[in-house]
């Protein structure tokens, strides 16, 4: 008891270094825990990803589409159970800044192969029956406070003009993982709007998803697949969605383990100003830890004082970083939504944050803590006056 | 100058040195010296002449290189680092020049730091810090801090924290050097009273000579060598 009041109270003793050590170790740790929600976000799609899924694509490149009469095609090769369609649309609801993925599909075969995208009863059917019906996922339909039967407008993109659906369901994800920042509609809204508008582009899917029937199967399904559109106009690549997920991380790997390089160093760079300023601490309290001493406490209870004064200092730093990180997470995702739309901690960043803190005061408390308990007494009484 | 085995402090050809880089400098050389139970003893000597490093061994707060210091029987020479500890905050009080008390503890709980170590519950140690206040007047500053008390008050409740413990010996250090005359003179009054009321055993390292007058016996060192 006496030892953690020492603690307390010398460690808020300089308020002005503590603070200032405090609100540094608080950064750090903020910095680090949103550089971390920043790569792990990245990786989101990998972790979400099915090993029975395969996604083709244009072989030359994602911009480019493939024929809608491949989906038969495909369906006939052994081992494939379903094939479902879609096209990234690009719409973006009423400003720039408002991005979420919204994708046009086939809803019946979309949602056979998703059944993380978990409906209540009744809104897949009215989804499926409404051509100008759309469904979203929980937290989108949050974010933007739709209700179903809401008219939502898209302005397209990619494709040109002001799109009109019906929120006919909004969507819970089954698991953690499962994204619930997704808009989806009919690919055949899609398709006879083109037909009339730019036929040229009409009949035309962005990417088929294929289910297989056994994970095992997933490479030879993708080889046949490939195979059977061999030195046609419009050549696939087929890949697991894991793969294909992957694909896109790679494209900026090089920059995601920059960023948790530099989060490291965040905290590397924490630790050398926390142990500078435990450091200028021992030393000024040398003659203190040398009373005790010549009171008769002993090396560990010297050790503890000064330790615990490190832990201390770095963990109130280490908390106020994790109090903050959720409003800067949540200011991130409100003002940047257009490049972070689902910028959310998790758990497991928190236990990193707390960590990370530990390691702040444990490292920074080493060299002072081994000072003030190895000091001789009549040495450090000298230092007084 | 060895007395009688009687002796509550026995120090027998005790010599210390001390080594800068490859150079030995010896500070203390062949001392032997008694110390009588309930003596007052003054260590006058100039700067460097070895009195506050004597004070230090017989505190037991420093090694000797040869000779022995039996104090109450116990040859602390001998004793390993942690038994010295365990013994010091047992057999010792100390008080220093500039009081050496903890800046963010209370009057009261700097008192009660040497009682901590003892098996004493908390309202017993209640009772021996309030007493060791009240012997030295400050009864009604138990929850002052350091600051908040002048020169001569602090150097008090050192000495109320040397006494808590009732130990054996009192070691000072240069006791009245951070103080005013006044203050300084209730200090050695405070030290007398020790003394011929409590019959405390007191050895005391000081320049001054007004401090040395309070003294039963006062010694002299120089160079490392007691003279008189």
Not at chain 1, 11 to 16: I, P, Q, S, T
Not at chain 1, 99 to 118: H, K, M, S, W
Not at chain 1, 147 to 171: A, H
Not at chain 2, 136 to 165: F, M
């Amino acid at each position: 008891m006496f030892i953690l009041k020492l603690i307390i109270r010398n460690a808020f003793r300089h308020k002005l270094r503590s603070v200032l050590t405090v609100i540094g170790v608080a950064i750090a740790i903020l910095a680090f825990g949103l550089l971390r929600t920043l790569v792990g976000l990245w990786y989101h799609g990998v972790e979400a990803s099915s090993a029975t899924r395969l996604v083709t694509r244009n072989a030359i490149s994602l911009i480019f589409s493939l024929p809608i009469s491949y989906k038969d095609r495909i369906r006939q090769i052994p081992g494939v159970k379903s094939v479902a369609y879609g096209n990234w649309f690009g719409g973006i609801y009423i400003d720039e800044k408002n991005f979420f993925a919204n994708y046009a599909v086939d809803p019946q075969t979309y949602l056979g192969l998703y059944p993380e995208f978990v409906l209540p009863p009744g809104q897949r059917e009215n989804f499926i029956r409404d051509r100008k019906g759309c469904i979203a996922g929980k937290r989108l339909a949050d974010k933007y406070g739709w209700k179903v039967g809401d008219l939502i407008t898209l302005r397209g993109t990619i494709f040109p003009g002001q799109w009109e659906f019906v929120l006919r369901g909004i969507y819970k994800g089954a698991e953690k993982s499962t994204e619930e920042r997704v808009l989806l509609f009919h690919w055949d809204y899609l398709n006879e709007t083109l037909r009339k508008t730019i036929p040229r582009r009409a009949d035309q899917a962005g990417f088929y998803i294929i289910g297989v029937t056994n994970p095992d199967q997933a490479a030879a399904v993708s080889v046949a697949v490939d195979q059977l559109f061999r030195n046609s106009l419009a050549e696939t690549l087929t890949e697991t969605e894991r793969a294909f997920q992957l694909s896109f991380v790679s494209m900026t790997e090089a920059i995601m383990i920059a960023i948790q390089i530099v989060s490291y160093v965040v905290i590397v760079i924490i630790m050398v100003v926390a142990a500078n300023t435990m450091a200028m601490t021992a030393r000024e309290r040398i003659a203190e830890y040398a009373t005790l001493k010549t009171l008769g406490f002993g090396v560990g209870h010297i050790a503890v004082i000064v330790y615990g004064e490190s832990l201390a200092i770095s963990l109130c730093g280490g908390m106020l970083g994790i109090v903050s990180t959720f409003p800067a997470a949540n200011w991130i995702e409100t003002e940047l939504s257009q490049f972070f739309p689902a910028f959310s901690i998790r758990p497991a960043t928190i236990y990193f944050d707390l960590l990370a803190a530990l390691m702040v005061g444990a490292v920074a408390g080493i060299f002072p803590t081994w000072r003030g308990a190895t000091i001789r007494i009549a040495d450090g009484l000298r230092r007084i006056g | 100058m060895a007395g009688s085995g009687t002796s509550l402090v026995q120090i027998r050809n005790l010599s210390k040195s001390y080594r800068r880089g490859n150079q030995v400098i010896p500070v203390l050389q062949e001392i032997s010296l008694d110390i009588a139970e309930g003596e007052f003893l003054a260590l006058m000597g100039p700067s460097g002449s070895g009195k506050s490093t004597l004070l230090n061994l017989i505190a037991g707060i420093d090694k000797a290189d040869e000779g022995s210091i039996v104090i109450g029987g116990v040859d602390v020479a001998t004793l390993a680092e942690g038994d010295l500890a365990a013994w010091r905050s047992a057999n010792v009080g100390f008080i220093f020049q500039f009081y050496n008390l903890m800046p963010v503890l209370t009057a009261y709980e700097n008192v009660e730091l040497p009682l901590l170590l003892t098996s004493l519950t908390r309202r017993e140690r209640r009772e021996h810090v309030e007493l060791a206040l009240q012997l030295v007047g400050l009864a009604d500053r138990i929850d002052h801090y350091p600051s908040q008390l002048s020169g001569g008050q602090q150097q008090r409740v050192a000495i109320a924290r040397a006494v808590v413990t009732d130990p054996l010996i009192l070691v000072a250090d240069e006791p009245t050097g951070d103080l005013d005359r006044v203050s300084a003179e209730e200090i050695l009054t405070l030290m007398d009273r020790l003394v011929h009321g409590f019959g405390k055993t007191i050895i005391m390292v000081t320049h001054d000579p007004r401090a040395a007058e309070k003294a039963h016996v006062v010694r002299h060192l120089e160079k490392g060598e007691l003279t008189i």
